[in-house]
């Protein structure tokens, strides 16, 4: 059951509520991926391809019950999502039974986003239609790359051409496509990106994520790095493959709204952007479904057993599969409104923060016009009170992030 004051703040605002269903199989393991996911199609009782929904279904009815014990107003999911992992990897009657009973226990904006990852090679045809017909209007498909020497470096298993024949399907079924790319990879020369970012705009998805290649502890790629067989990163590549981007892009009629994301918005009509990304960014309220998910209500934070042997087992025995939970403080709580909200092109909102912490609105006031003067954020954006930050700015993100929050 959610805490007495998390259900007074939840409905006394004016928040939405988004699902998130975490699916943590995969065909194979990604060399750069650090993300909970599995190889094995079956992990035991309720954590297989064939029972994996039966167990997502359990913690969507407990969570309505949490919340209806707990006296959270009913109030209809704003957007969902299903992510990986490959959710695709599921039979699609799976998935939309998952989503139809969230409609069920929760009811689904009219308006409301609703995606699925997918890997080109876990699509069909047909499968694609099912989603359609199931209540899927988006697709948000793994590209990385269409260049197949990168793709061999990062250890995708694709054939490029799967990409577009995976989009035909994906626009004659008449949803929405985001694909997602990676700039930076190992080897990838500045053609090699010119080549994927012309693939993209030839299948002129709604929306295109990309990423510059992080190499995360731990996994085989920081091993191979290490060991001399692929070259560390290079910022300043990344830099450069990221000014292309936004050129190529923007050309295209792509507008940026976040740092890494584009939505086709020829016409500035703020549409085909990611809605269930954007209500993370504007921290508002989603439950994760699935192992290792996490939740956030009101300030609220909680998460759920990772492996998906210990979640299931959790799920089945009709216990909670959360293991932890925590509510952040003033301090971090102001860290992150600043971290994001200078990522996004509506900006940083000095008189929210204001009326978070004045104090700390102060000196973002008094930072902001340094930064001004650097050409790391938009003037004029600054006299109206948003912090946005310029083309410049975007490469340097995390310094300005620094500066505003004191350090």
């Known amino acids: 059951m959610l805490p007495d004051f998390v259900a007074a703040a939840v409905n006394g605002s004016d928040r939405t509520f988004s699902l998130y ?14 993300f909970n996911t599995y190889i094995s199609p079956d992990l035991g009782p309720g954590a297989s391809h064939e029972s994996y929904a039966d167990s997502a ?3 969507l009815e407990f969570a309505a019950d949490a919340m209806e014990k707990s006296g959270v107003a009913a109030k209809p999911l704003h957007s969902v999502f299903f992510g990986g992992g490959t959710p695709t990897l599921l039979q699609a009657t799976d998935l939309t039974r998952i989503l139809q009973r969230a ?9 409301a986003e609703i995606t699925t990852e997918a890997n080109p090679d876990s699509l069909s045809l047909d499968a694609v239609q099912r989603l359609a017909d199931g209540g899927f209007n988006r697709i948000s498909m793994g590209m990385q790359s269409s260049v197949s020497h990168v793709l061999q470096v990062l250890e995708r298993t694709h054939n490029p051409d799967n990409v577009e024949i995976a989009a035909g399907w994906i626009r004659d079924s008449g949803l929405e496509m985001s694909l997602d790319l990676i700039f930076g990879t190992p080897g990838e020369s500045i053609a090699d990106w010119k080549r994927s970012l012309d693939a993209v705009l030839t299948l002129e998805p709604d929306h295109v994520s990309a990423y510059g290649l992080i190499v995360e502890d731990g996994t085989k790629l920081a091993a191979q790095i290490r060991r001399g ?14 000014l292309l981007t936004e050129r190529r892009l923007a050309a295209a009629g792509y507008r940026w709204y976040e740092i890494s994301n584009w939505a086709y918005d020829p016409h500035d009509e703020g549409i085909h952007q990611s809605q269930h990304n954007l209500a993370y960014w504007r921290d508002q309220d989603w439950w994760g479904i699935g192992p290792g998910a996490h939740s956030h209500m009101a ?3 909680w998460w759920n057993a990772k492996h998906p042997a210990a979640y299931a087992s959790r799920v089945l025995a009709n216990k909670s599969p959360a293991i932890g939970h925590e509510i952040p403080d003033s301090d971090a709580r102001l860290l992150e409104k600043i971290m994001l909200g200078v990522r996004l092109a509506e900006g940083l909102d000095i008189e929210e923060l204001a009326a978070q912490n004045k104090e700390a609105a102060a000196l973002v006031q008094r930072e902001a016009k340094v930064l001004g003067a650097q050409e790391l954020i938009e003037s004029s954006a600054l006299e109206n009170g948003k912090i946005v930050p310029t083309l410049k700015g975007r490469l340097l993100d995390d310094a300005i992030t620094r500066r505003l929050a004191g350090f």
């Open 103 to 111: 409609e069920q226990l929760f009811g689904i904006e009219d308006a």
């Open 57 to 59: 279904i359990k913690e």
């Open 299 to 301: 300030g609220l934070r």
């Open 21 to 34: 269903v975490h699916v943590p199989f995969c065909s194979s393991r990604c060399g750069y991926c650090d």
């Open 229 to 242: 067989v692929y070259p560390n990163t290079d910022p300043d590549d990344q830099a450069d493959k990221y």
